[in-house]
């Protein structure tokens, strides 16, 4: 992976984090409000799909890293692995 490509992931990871930590900040609002206590999951819901994907996305990049293509065509095989893998839950 290209040093470019490695910064756009890292970017991306990290602009996830800073929006689950948005969601977070947002969530202790509500439960200082006494916001009811379905609304509350349904945030903390999201929080954690926004962390499940940044975690996924951290692996991936390491797995990108961390393995030698021969060929264009493994490459391509590897990322549409790791799309699949980002994909699943």
């Known amino acids: 992976m290209s040093q470019e490509s490695e910064e756009l992931v890292s970017k991306k990871i ?26 509350v999951l349904v945030q903390l819901s999201a929080v954690k799909s926004g962390v499940d994907k940044a975690m996924k996305q951290v692996i991936a990049q390491n797995i990108r890293s961390n393995v030698d293509c021969v060929n264009e065509k493994q490459l391509s095989n590897l990322q549409n692995s790791l799309d699949l893998l980002l994909k699943t839950k």
């Open 14 to 39: 990290t602009s996830q984090i800073k929006r689950s930590r948005g969601q977070l900040d947002g969530i202790l609002r509500m439960m200082d409000d006494g916001r009811p206590c379905n609304e």
